[in-house]
């Protein structure tokens, strides 16, 4: 699969957002009801419920808004797509190219997304489709999706995740050392040579996905 980060300036909820820049929505799930409907749940938190809400009533995407759920920090909404949410919907075309979300939220600012495509051929119609709406994008990576990647830190393979745990256990990180690196080999089951790599390739997954610095060619990232 093809992992690709991108932010999206859609309409979809738009005027609910700019009514309390400080709410952030997530998406939980979209369902098609027919070829003509399309309904979405997403989570909220962070902001002003009750301006959000009025937000929701009088945002033109949003047709029967609702609440589902109420956690107190946090609360989940259901809505129809309608207007120009409808027409620009990326839903149908995800589930057409075989795109799996990883990530999507939003705020005042726009849409943060996360997707994992087939191929390149997918990831081209997909960009053509919002090109064809007009729906502005910026793509900020695309990388090749690891075997065992982390859902919170894209990229983090579960053997780097491994041996960043385990350094930290052994006190490897700890200043001074606990223990060598010859000795996260050890606990790691690998040459100290392997371990050194999991390790830096780890810290420089989590440091790029903390800090959102330039990856650059992902191509010597990919391993384990």
């Known amino acids: ?27 939980e799930q979209s369902d098609a009801v027919d070829e003509s409907r399309v309904r979405f749940l997403v989570w909220a938190e ?16 949003v047709g029967e808004p609702s609440r589902v759920a109420d956690l107190g920090d946090r609360r989940l909404y259901r809505g129809e797509l309608v207007g120009e949410g409808l027409r620009t919907s990326i839903y149908p075309t995800l589930v057409e190219e075989g795109g799996v979300i990883r990530k999507l939220s939003a705020t005042h600012e726009g849409w943060e997304c ?14 053509g489709f919002c090109r064809d709406r007009d729906i502005d994008y910026r793509v900020r990576r695309i990388y090749d999706e690891p075997d ?13 995740r491994e041996a960043l745990v385990t350094a930290l256990e052994v006190g490897y990180m700890d200043v001074p050392r606990e223990s060598s690196l010859g000795d996260l080999g050890d606990h790691l089951d690998v040459s100290d040579t392997a371990a050194s790599q999991r390790f830096r390739r780890g810290v420089r997954t989590l440091v790029r ?14 391993g384990n």
């Open 1 to 27: 699969m093809i992992l690709v980060e991108f932010t999206l300036d859609h309409p979809l909820l738009r005027e609910a957002l700019d009514r309390d820049p400080e709410m952030r929505v997530t998406w």
């Open 46 to 61: 962070g902001g002003d419920f009750e301006a959000f809400e009025r937000g929701l009533e009088a945002d033109p995407t």
């Open 114 to 127: 996360r997707i994992a495509f087939p191929d390149q051929a997918a990831v081209d119609r997909f960009f």
């Open 148 to 160: 065992g990647e982390s859902d919170d830190f894209p990229g983090l393979t579960d053997a780097q």
């Open 209 to 222: 996905a903390v800090l959102d610095a330039d990856p650059g060619s992902p191509g010597g990232d990919s």
